[in-house]
């Protein structure tokens, strides 16, 4: 499986960034896919992801209300909708495919890193 992530971009605090990662592979829709996000300094840490179906996500409490993961199979891509942007939410964010949503070691197919800035 190969991730391609876009959407990134600069935006100012309050506004709304879409971000979309799509796959290339018939398998895509076996696998959980996830948002994670990194800031100079600091360790990935996963902010939204998403089961194969889409009937399970999880957020991590400093999204939670804001952004939204969703997935299209049928496209092979998924989305993570965020809303309110916060300069904290500065960082590069990275989309994960894995089988297992909840476990981070699990995602071992990578896309590159698409940059959101938030200005305040």
């Known amino acids: 499986v190969q991730l391609q992530a876009s959407g990134g971009g600069v935006v100012q605090a309050g506004g709304s960034l879409r971000l979309s990662c799509t796959a290339s592979?018939?398998?895509?829709?076996?696998?959980?896919v996830a948002w994670f996000r990194q800031t100079p300094g600091k360790e990935r840490a996963r902010v939204a992801s998403?089961?194969?179906?889409?009937?399970?996500?999880h957020y991590a409490d400093s999204v939670k209300g804001r952004f939204t993961i969703s997935r299209d199979n049928a496209k092979n891509t998924v989305y993570l909708q965020m809303n309110g942007l916060k300069p904290e939410d500065t960082a590069v964010y990275y989309c994960?495919?894995?089988?297992?949503?909840?476990?981070?070691?699990?995602?071992?197919?990578w896309g590159q890193g698409t940059q959101v800035t938030v200005s305040s």
């Open positions: 994960a495919a894995g089988l297992i949503m909840a476990s981070d070691k699990s995602y071992e197919f």
């Open positions: 592979g018939s398998t895509f829709g076996s696998y959980a």
């Open positions: 998403i089961d194969w179906s889409g009937g399970n996500r």
